[in-house]
């Protein structure tokens, strides 16, 4: 499976952007880029995911870079309840890989 | 129902009893997963249904853990003869196949081993 590395944690204040890494090197040509966050207390719940252009939801932006080995989550603006830890995986485009591989992901911290 | 559902949120048993976890996926998720989460560790990979292939039972962690997917619905986790080790929460999550497959979980079932 193709791996994913993220800072272990960030802080930011509320009501300012943020900008969550990862890593993804080993990247194949079929795989999207997903983001998922995990409130405390609750399940993982799907953020954003993208392919090769860049995203925007509601919720969130994702930024893909060109060579697709990285990428960069982004709340534009951060609220106290944004803090979660967000993980972000590789997911193959026929959504049928076995075995996703969440990793530690990043815990976000924010304040006021 | 409007999301992955999943029974009991919480189970307290004694160590050396079985135990059944339910999940019931979205309607029409042809693929289903099981996690199993240890306070303040990551999600680690149990198993994996997909349609009517074959599961993926690779990260199931001992032969006392098993897992059964009927009529491609309903999901059953069953672990025989607890133990201690295996107090965490177990999570379900769902998704349909193709178009990169975005994961719905439940909210899971939190697991006490005394």
Redesign the interface.
Known sequence: DAKTTQPNSMESNEEEPVHLPCNHSTISGTD?I?W?RQLPS?????VI?G?TSNVNNRMASLAIAEDRKSSTLILHRATLRDAAVY?CIL???????????????TRLQVTL | GAG?SQSPSNKVTEKGKDVELRCDPISGHT?L?W?RQSLG???E?LI?F?GNSAP?K??LPSDRFSAERTGGSVSTLTIQRTQQEDSAVY?C?S??????????????TQLSVL
């Open positions: 999207y997903h998922y609750q399940g993982p719940e799907y995911h392919l993980y997911r193959d485009v026929a959504g049928t890989a076995s075995k996703l591989t969440f990793g530690t992901g | 992955v693929a997963y996690y560790q990551g999600l990979f994996y997909q993926d690779s990260g999570l999550a998704s349909f196949k193709g178009g990169g497959g975005k994961l719905f979980f439940g909210s899971g």
